[in-house]
């Protein structure tokens, strides 16, 4: 792994993602960090007065623009103090939504991993509303890299113990295992794999079960792995206490799971997970 894109609104969740993406660099083999601000400026706001009959100007738009910059320059001298040696923290403005952006520096910049807080990142100017989880569920699908998304209250801790979820349903096709190893690299990260087993199939001995949990046996060998086999009643509850319970600094979520995601930025949970700094999500792809 050697690039990390962290997209930077510069408000306070932006800032501990950025300051999560510098201390991370301590215990992966990263060599770049991106900090990039999307400034998105429509056309129709530079030729047609707002309600206000106030129409901006170029020279606004450059000095907006300039601040920015500046902004993301005083950042890079904080964290130049937090990464490991050796890696090199470059700043970007890109004047394009937050989510072709991304999408063009991934590609760009050949990212590994997109690090991003799980509130803010407006990419319009003060004064626009946006719901919250809104950008973070957009950047996550459309992303061909890893997103992290990191709570607003969470600070980093040594990435120990990691949760991953599984349903253990044709798990050769939905555990990229390559992307898996990409990320974790040699770190002895262990793995708890916890199985959702509401139809009590583990205990049952189901010959399916049985031979799709042999498969990611297999798999995932070369790691330290435990297995659990639960039955929440309410899924999403069960794996975020599970989670605290094992006291794990990181839950994996599987390609495509969005609704995962989708639920834990719901308003209601996403000021749970702020007040109670439930761990960072990796959505692998």
Same mark, same amino acid.
């Given at each position: 792994?050697?690039?990390?894109?962290?997209?930077?609104?510069?408000?306070?969740?932006?800032?501990?993602?950025?300051?999560?993406?510098?201390? /991370?660099?301590?215990?992966?083999?990263?060599?770049?960090?991106?900090? =990039? *601000?999307?400034?998105?400026?429509?056309?129709?706001?530079?030729?047609?007065? %707002?309600?206000? =009959?106030?129409?901006?100007?170029?020279?606004?738009?450059?000095?907006?623009?300039?601040?920015?910059?500046?902004? /993301?320059?005083?950042?890079?001298?904080?964290?130049?103090?937090?990464?490991?040696?050796?890696?090199?923290?470059?700043?970007?403005?890109?004047?394009?939504? $937050?989510?072709?952006?991304?999408?063009?520096?991934?590609?760009?910049?050949?990212?590994?991993?997109?690090?991003?807080?799980?509130?803010?990142?407006?990419?319009?100017?003060?004064?626009?509303? %946006?719901?919250?989880?809104?950008?973070?569920?957009?950047?996550?699908?459309?992303?061909?890299?890893?997103?992290?998304?990191?709570?607003?209250?969470?600070?980093?801790?040594?990435?120990?113990?990691?949760?991953?979820?599984?349903?253990?349903?044709?798990?050769?096709? *939905?555990?990229?295992?390559?992307?898996?190893?990409?990320?974790? !690299?040699?770190?002895?990260?262990? $793995?708890?794999?916890?199985?959702?087993?509401?139809? !009590?199939?583990?205990?049952?001995?189901?010959?399916?079960?049985?031979?799709?949990?042999?498969?990611?046996?297999?798999?995932?060998?070369?790691?330290?792995?435990?297995?659990?086999?639960? %039955?929440?009643?309410?899924? /999403?509850?069960?794996?975020?206490?599970?989670?605290?319970?094992?006291?794990?600094? =990181? $839950?994996?979520?599987?390609?495509?799971?969005?609704?995962?995601?989708?639920?834990?930025?719901?308003?209601?949970?996403?000021?749970?997970?702020?007040? *109670?700094?439930?761990?960072?999500?990796?959505?692998?792809?």
């Amino acid at each position: 792994m050697k690039t990390y894109l962290v997209p930077v609104d510069f408000s306070d969740a932006a800032f501990n993602a950025a300051n999560f993406a510098a201390r /991370l660099s301590h215990q992966t083999e990263i060599a770049t960090i991106i900090l =990039m *601000n999307a400034y998105y400026i429509s056309p129709y706001e530079t030729m047609l007065p %707002n309600p206000d =009959m106030v129409m901006l100007r170029e020279e606004e738009i450059e000095e907006s623009a300039k601040e920015r910059i500046g902004d /993301l320059e005083k950042l890079k001298e904080q964290l130049v103090m937090q990464v490991r040696d050796g890696v090199e923290i470059k700043t970007r403005l890109n004047r394009s939504h $937050l989510l072709r952006a991304v999408v063009d520096v991934v590609e760009e910049d050949n990212v590994d991993m997109v690090v991003i807080g799980s509130i803010g990142n407006s990419t319009v100017r003060e004064g626009t509303t %946006n719901k919250i989880g809104d950008h973070v569920i957009e950047v996550s699908k459309a992303s061909s890299a890893p997103v992290m998304v990191i709570p607003p209250d969470y600070r980093y801790q040594l990435i120990k113990e990691a949760v991953i979820a599984c349903d253990f349903k044709k798990v050769k096709d *939905n555990i990229p295992m390559d992307v898996l190893h990409k990320l974790l !690299g040699k770190q002895t990260i262990k $793995l708890l794999v916890l199985n959702i087993d509401r139809e !009590g199939k583990h205990d049952g001995k189901d010959p399916e079960l049985l031979a799709e949990e042999s498969a990611l046996h297999d798999m995932l060998k070369n790691y330290q792995t435990k297995y659990f086999y639960e %039955n929440y009643a309410d899924v /999403l509850t069960g794996i975020l206490d599970f989670a605290k319970e094992q006291k794990a600094q =990181m $839950l994996i979520a599987l390609p495509h799971n969005y609704s995962f995601l989708q639920s834990l930025l719901h308003t209601s949970i996403s000021q749970q997970l702020a007040k *109670n700094s439930t761990v960072p999500v990796l959505l692998l792809k």
